[in-house]
């Protein structure tokens, strides 16, 4: 099986070897537009057989340190768009092949954006990053399975910028012991 890894920045990457993948790992950039930029780039040299985003996200209902693997990612800035074929909400199979994900129970929805969330009241999903629903996109529209694995950095109106810094060496253990 061969595997692409994606991952925002570098402060998010954490090499890890999974038995019998074949992983290559992609820095996509922060943001939907590089993120689907640079992953197009990389699904149209290459050929794989799952992407698989890795990094970091906030939260309103959850805990730091808690850990998803999300099947099912919305675009925030167009869920609200009632025009037809507005895409906003996409899903993929829970089963991916790779077991430590497939057997993992905190599934959860990812909710996508290009502005770093610091207010909210509610949003749909249980975890809100910059890039998911993007490569989500491109990888439905290049027939390639998807699932992004996400760890809380923060609690969303609780100081999100300042704890998602701080946060991020927590994130990467925690992401390399999740994948050991």
């Known amino acids: 099986m061969k595997v692409l890894v994606t ?12 038995q019998g993948v074949d992983i290559t790992f992609l820095k996509t950039g922060m943001g939907k537009v590089l ?10 040299e290459e050929k794989y057989d799952l992407v698989l985003n890795v990094g970091t996200a906030g939260t309103l209902n959850h805990n730091v340190g808690d850990i998803f693997v999300c099947h099912r990612f919305v ?12 895409c906003s909400d996409i899903s993929f199979p829970e089963k991916v092949g ?20 610091t207010k909210a009241a509610h949003f749909n999903g249980d975890v809100v990053d910059m890039e998911a629903f993007a490569q989500a996109m491109v990888c439905k529209e290049m027939n390639v ?19 998602w810094l701080d946060k991020l060496r927590d994130a990467r253990e925690a992401l390399k012991e999740f994948f050991a």
Do not use: H, W
């Open 35 to 44: 993120s689907a930029f640079n992953l197009t780039k990389a699904l149209c």
């Open 75 to 86: 675009d925030r800035d167009m869920e609200k768009i009632e025009l037809p074929d507005v």
């Open 98 to 117: 790779i077991e430590i994900i497939d057997d993992y129970n905190k599934i959860g929805v990812c909710n996508t954006g290009d502005s770093f969330v």
């Open 145 to 163: 399975k998807f699932v992004s694995v996400k760890y809380i950095t923060d609690i969303i109106g609780q100081n999100s910028g300042e704890i």
């Open 7 to 18: 991952y925002a920045f570098d402060e998010e990457i954490i090499p890890f070897e999974i």
